[in-house]
């Protein structure tokens, strides 16, 4: 079974630039997550999607974050303009939602952000 | 707010010692407590709890989680170099949300 696939796996910006990273979830997964992990943090959720619809995205700093997944499958994550403090691995998982109790996460293998 | 606490941060043991993780939680509407192990990029799912008392083991790896006490520990027996990663603990919401804790460091030396 293929993982979650990311990418770029590294990325270098100056502030103020733009950035977008590209995240595809198991095949199936109804459920996929953002998350931003900060060096020496735990993960943070961003933004959770079932299918194509937003169910929580109030963690997202939403003046420079966005987020989409148009087609119920990939999904992109966009900052702009970027942050110094942006400069993170940014997870994207995956998990079967549903109507059971599925919460088994499937992480990718990040993108690591570096603002200079 | 929602918040996993996890502790020790860091810890350093020698090959073939038994370590404990601790992890205690205030989550809402709580469904879940999971444990994560991060060696480089991405977590790695190690266990899922849902009932408190039950002990989940997977070789020298086992956790235990107690839901009147909000707490779960994780448990490694003859550690390894190997065994060498942040362990991450998350406590799952209704909405299939994980909250996690900052993780603990272990560093198994030979």
């Known amino acids: 079974e293929a993982g979650v696939a990311q990418s770029p796996r590294y990325k270098i910006i100056e502030k103020r630039q733009s950035v977008a990273f590209w995240c595809n979830p198991i095949?199936?997964?109804?459920?996929l997550y953002w998350y931003q992990q900060i060096l020496g943090q735990g993960p943070k959720l961003l933004i959770q999607?079932?299918?194509?619809?937003?169910?929580?995205d109030s963690q997202l700093p939403k003046d420079r974050f966005s987020a989409e997944r148009l087609k119920g499958v990939d999904s992109t994550l966009k900052i702009q303009p970027a942050k110094l403090e942006d400069s993170a691995v940014y997870l994207c998982?995956?998990?079967?939602?549903?109507?059971?109790?599925?919460?088994?996460?499937?992480f990718g293998p990040g993108t690591r952000l570096t603002v200079t | 707010e929602d918040k996993v606490v996890q502790s020790p941060l860091s810890l350093v043991v020698h090959e073939g010692d038994t370590v404990t993780l601790n992890c205690s939680y205030e989550?809402?509407?709580?469904?879940?407590l999971l444990w994560y192990k991060q060696e480089k990029k991405a977590p790695t799912f190690l266990f899922m709890l849902?009932?408190?008392?039950i002990e989940k083991k997977s070789g020298r790896l086992s956790s235990i989680l107690d839901k009147k006490e909000l707490f779960s520990i994780l448990n490694i027996t003859a550690t390894q170099t190997g065994d060498s990663a942040i362990y991450l603990c998350a406590g799952g919401a209704g909405s299939y949300q994980l909250t996690f804790g900052k993780g603990t460091k272990l560093s198994v030396i030979p």
């Open positions: 849902t009932s408190s008392g």
């Open positions: 999607f079932q299918n194509n619809g937003v169910v929580d």
């Open positions: 095949s199936g997964h109804a459920t």
């Open positions: 998982a995956s998990s079967l939602g549903g109507g059971g109790l599925t919460y088994e996460q499937y």
């Open positions: 989550v809402t509407n709580f469904r879940s």
